[in-house]
C-alpha cells in the first residue's frame, strides 16, 4: 500500500452537485418566495432545537444532578438513598449513551440540510468537511464498534460546528428568522383582521381589536399592510443574514479548510500512484506472459524451420504457417492490451466520438447526446472514457436494461456526463468495487460521481470533472 | 489492376508493395501521408486505393479522413482501409455513403496474402470487405435472443457472418464446404427472419444487411 499516510476527508460543496443558485431573491415573486424559504429555515431551526435538547441536554441535566449529590454526598456520607440515586443518573446517562452516536449524525444531517438549503434559496455556499466512516469490521451494536462510532464522531470538528450551529441558530438564527415571519404574522393576525372586523356591518372577530387612541379600521389597516410590507421588504436580507451566520458557524476556518484540503490531495495523489502502479504491473505481466512468449515461440519455430528447409521441405512450410498464426495471436493480444491502455479511437477523435464508439461496441442500444466544443486535457479525457466504459458495462451486465442514454456536456467549467438506462435499478457504490474505482479514478481531478438507482430503476449516473477544454 | 497506398511505416508499405504485384496488381502511386495520398488520386488512373487509417502528420484518423475525401471527390472510388485495430464508428462513416466499394480491414490479414489480395479486388470490383471482428462485434450488439440474429440458426449465422464481410455465394459456399444452392437457401432464409427485401445483387445485399444490423 501507499506510504503516505493521509487523514481521509469527504469534501461536500454543495455548488458541486447541486443547480446553480438560483436564490437570489428578486420581485415580488422573489420576496414571498423568501417568506416561504425563512419559514422553511424556521422549521428546520425547531427540530434542531428538539434534537439539541436531545442531544445535550441530558449531559447538562445529568451533570448538574451529579454534582448536586456529590456535594450532598459529602455532607452525610452512609445515605443509601443517595447512592441510589447517583447509580440511577448514571443508569440513565448509559442508557443516553447508546443513542448518543444516532443522535449525533441528526445533528450532522441537519447542519448539511442547512448548507445545502442555503446554496439553494440564498446562493451562499457552505463547504463542508467530514472526516469519513472508518470502515468497521465491528458492527455497530458491538462494544468495539460503538467505541469506534463515538470516536470517529466526536474526533470530527465538522460535529462540533454541527452543535455549535443548532446552539447558535436556536437564539441569533432564531431572531432573525422572526423579523419578517413575526412582521407579516403579526401585521395579519393583529391588525388586518380586526381591521376588516372594524368596518361597520361585520361582527367584531375573535381577535379584539388593539387599544390605542385613533384605532378606526383604516388606521388599523394602514398600519397592518405596512408590517406585512415591511415584512416582506426584510424578508431577503434577514435570510440572506441567516446564511451567512449558518456559514460564519458551520464553515470550517480558512486554515482548516486548507489542512482538509491538502489531506484530500494527499489521499487522491497516494490513491492514484497506486491505481499507476497497479496499471503498470498488469500491463507488464500482459506483455511477459502475452505477446513476448509468443515472440519467442515464433523465434524457436522460424529457427526450427530454417533447419529443417533443406532436409524437410514440407514439415519447414508448416513451421512456418504455424509462426505465421502466432505472429497474429501476439497481434491481437497486442491490439487489446492497447484498447485496455490508451484506446486508439479516443487518441484519434476525442471523447465523443470515442464514447460513440464505446455505444456502437455495448450488446444494447445507446443513445448518445450532446457535444463537447473542444478536447478535455488528455489525463481526463482517459479517466472519463474508461468510466463510462465501466458503466456501460455495469448496465449491460446488472441493469436488466431494454435501452441506455449517455449525455455529454462542458457547462459552468466542468465536463459533465451523464449514463442512464432504464433498468431495475439498486446500484449501490458502497458495495460495487467498479463505481468505487470510478469515484477513486475521478477524484484524482477533484471529480465526483453520483448515482441515482432506487429499486427498480431506474439508473442515473452522472459525473463530474472540473476541466477547461482546448 | 493499378493501386494507390498510403502507409507510412516503411516496412509495411514495402511489404505492401511486394505482396501486391506477387499477385499480379500495378502499384501505381506507394505514399506516406494524406496530403500525397490524395495528390496521388486526383492525378488519376487508379482503380483501387489501399489506407492505412493512421498517417502523418497528425497520426490520428488522418487516413481515414483522407479516404473519406477522395470518395466524395470521386464518388464510388473503391477504397480498403487498414488499421492496427478496428472501430465500427469507422466503418459505418465508410459505409455511410451506401455506395459499396468499400473495404475495411485489420492490418493482419495482410499475413494471408490470398485472402488480401482477394479483399483488394473484391473492393476494386465495387464489392465490399469488412473484417471478421467488424461483423463479430456488430453480430454481438444484435445477439439477444429476441432480437434478429438471435433468431437465425447457427449456420444461418455462420453465412450471414461471410455475407457481412461482403464474400459472394460462390466464396461463402467454398468455405463452408457447401453447394452453392444451399447458401442461396440460406440467405433467403436470413432476409425473410431479417425482414430484408432479398438480393441478387451481392454488394447491395451487403450493404442492406449492415444498414439493418448498424441500426
Known amino acids: ?470 | 489492376m493499378r493501386v494507390v497506398i498510403a502507409e507510412d511505416l516503411f516496412l509495411l508499405r514495402e511489404g505492401l508493395i511486394r505482396l501486391l504485384e506477387a499477385y499480379g496488381f500495378e502499384v501505381a502511386a506507394a505514399t506516406d501521408n494524406g496530403a500525397d495520398f490524395l495528390a496521388a488520386v486526383r492525378k488519376g488512373g487508379c482503380d483501387v486505393a489501399v489506407v492505412d487509417v493512421r498517417l502523418p502528420p497528425t497520426f490520428t484518423d488522418e487516413g481515414l479522413r483522407a479516404a473519406l475525401t477522395a470518395r466524395a471527390e470521386f464518388p464510388g472510388l473503391p477504397v480498403l482501409v487498414v488499421s492496427q485495430y478496428v472501430e465500427q464508428l469507422y466503418a459505418r462513416e465508410l459505409l455511410a455513403d451506401g455506395a459499396g466499394a468499400v473495404g475495411y480491414l485489420l492490418k493482419d490479414r495482410v499475413l494471408d496474402g490470398a485472402q488480401f489480395t482477394d479483399a483488394v479486388t473484391r473492393v476494386a470490383r465495387g464489392g465490399t470487405a469488412m473484417d471478421p471482428e467488424v461483423i463479430a462485434r456488430l453480430l454481438a450488439r444484435n445477439a439477444a435472443p429476441e432480437g434478429p440474429v438471435g433468431r437465425l440458426s447457427p449456420r444461418e449465422r455462420e453465412v450471414l457472418e461471410l455475407m457481412a464481410e461482403g464474400r459472394s455465394n460462390a466464396a461463402i459456399a467454398a468455405r463452408l464446404v457447401v453447394t452453392e444452392r444451399a447458401v442461396a437457401k440460406h440467405t433467403a432464409s436470413i432476409f425473410t427472419k431479417l425482414g430484408l427485401q432479398p438480393s441478387d445483387d451481392d454488394n447491395r445485399r451487403v450493404l442492406a444487411v449492415l444498414a439493418h444490423l448498424g441500426r
Not at chain 1, 42 to 51: D, E, M, T
Not at chain 1, 322 to 333: P, V
Open chain 1, 1 to 470: 500500500m501507499s506510504g503516505y499516510p493521509a487523514p481521509d476527508v469527504i469534501w461536500y460543496s454543495p455548488e458541486e452537485r447541486l443547480p446553480p443558485p438560483g436564490g437570489r431573491h428578486r420581485g415580488v415573486g422573489g420576496h414571498l418566495r423568501a417568506l416561504v424559504h425563512a419559514a422553511g429555515f424556521l422549521g428546520l431551526l425547531l427540530a434542531g432545537v428538539v434534537l439539541l435538547a436531545l442531544t445535550a441536554g441530558p449531559v447538562v441535566v445529568g451533570g448538574i444532578l451529579l454534582l448536586h449529590l456529590f456535594v450532598h454526598m459529602h455532607g452525610q456520607l452512609p445515605w443509601p438513598q443517595d447512592r441510589a440515586d447517583v447509580l440511577g443518573v448514571l443508569a440513565s446517562l448509559a442508557c443516553y449513551g447508546a443513542v448518543l452516536p444516532a443522535a449525533l449524525l441528526a445533528v450532522r444531517r441537519l447542519a448539511l440540510r442547512t448548507s445545502r438549503l442555503s446554496a439553494r434559496w440564498c446562493g451562499v455556499t457552505i463547504h463542508q468537511a467530514y472526516v469519513p466512516r472508518p470502515a468497521g469490521r465491528h458492527p455497530d451494536s458491538s462494544w468495539l464498534g460503538y467505541r469506534k462510532r463515538l470516536n470517529w464522531l466526536l474526533g470530527d470538528p465538522a460535529t462540533w460546528r454541527a452543535l455549535a450551529w443548532l446552539a447558535v441558530n436556536a437564539v441569533a438564527g432564531l431572531m432573525l428568522l422572526l423579523v419578517p415571519l413575526l412582521s407579516v404574522g403579526a401585521g395579519i393576525v393583529a391588525f388586518i383582521i380586526p381591521g376588516i372586523n372594524a368596518f361597520p356591518g361585520f361582527a367584531e372577530g375573535a381577535v379584539p381589536r388593539p387599544a390605542f387612541p385613533g384605532n378606526t379600521s383604516p388606521v388599523l389597516l394602514l398600519i397592518g399592510v405596512g408590517m406585512v410590507a415591511a415584512g416582506t421588504m426584510l424578508a431577503p436580507l434577514t435570510l440572506r443574514g441567516y446564511a451567512g451566520l449558518a456559514r460564519w458557524v458551520l464553515a470550517p476556518s480558512a486554515q482548516a479548510e486548507l489542512q482538509l484540503r491538502v489531506a484530500h490531495l494527499a489521499r487522491t495523489r497516494s490513491e492514484t500512484l497506486d491505481t499507476g502502479a497497479a496499471e503498470l504491473r498488469r500491463i507488464e505481466r500482459d506483455l511477459h506472459d502475452g505477446a513476448q512468449a509468443r515472440l519467442v515461440a515464433m523465434g524457436l519455430t522460424l529457427d526450427a524451420a530454417g533447419r529443417l528447409i533443406d532436409a524437410d521441405p514440407a514439415a519447414a512450410r508448416a513451421l512456418l504457417y504455424e509462426a505465421r498464426d502466432a505472429s497474429a495471436k501476439a497481434l491481437t493480444e497486442l491490439r487489446d492490451l492497447v484498447r485496455g491502455i490508451h484506446p486508439p479511437v479516443l487518441a484519434d477523435r476525442g471523447l465523443a466520438d470515442a464514447v460513440r464508439a464505446l455505444a456502437l461496441d455495448s450488446p444494447l442500444p445507446v443513445q448518445v447526446t450532446g457535444t463537447l466544443p473542444g478536447r478535455p486535457p488528455a489525463p481526463v479525457e482517459s479517466a472519463a472514457y474508461f468510466a463510462v466504459s465501466e458503466l456501460l458495462a455495469n448496465v449491460a451486465k446488472h441493469a436488466r436494461a431494454e435501452t441506455a442514454a449517455v449525455d455529454l456536456r462542458h457547462e459552468l467549467g466542468a465536463l459533465r456526463i451523464m449514463v442512464r438506462d432504464d433498468g431495475c435499478g439498486g446500484a449501490d457504490p458502497g458495495r460495487g468495487s467498479g463505481l468505487r474505482g470510478i469515484e477513486r479514478r475521478l477524484a484524482a481531478f477533484d471529480g465526483v460521481l453520483v448515482v441515482s438507482s432506487p429499486p427498480g430503476g431506474p439508473t442515473e449516473a452522472v459525473l463530474e470533472v472540473p476541466c477547461a477544454l482546448s
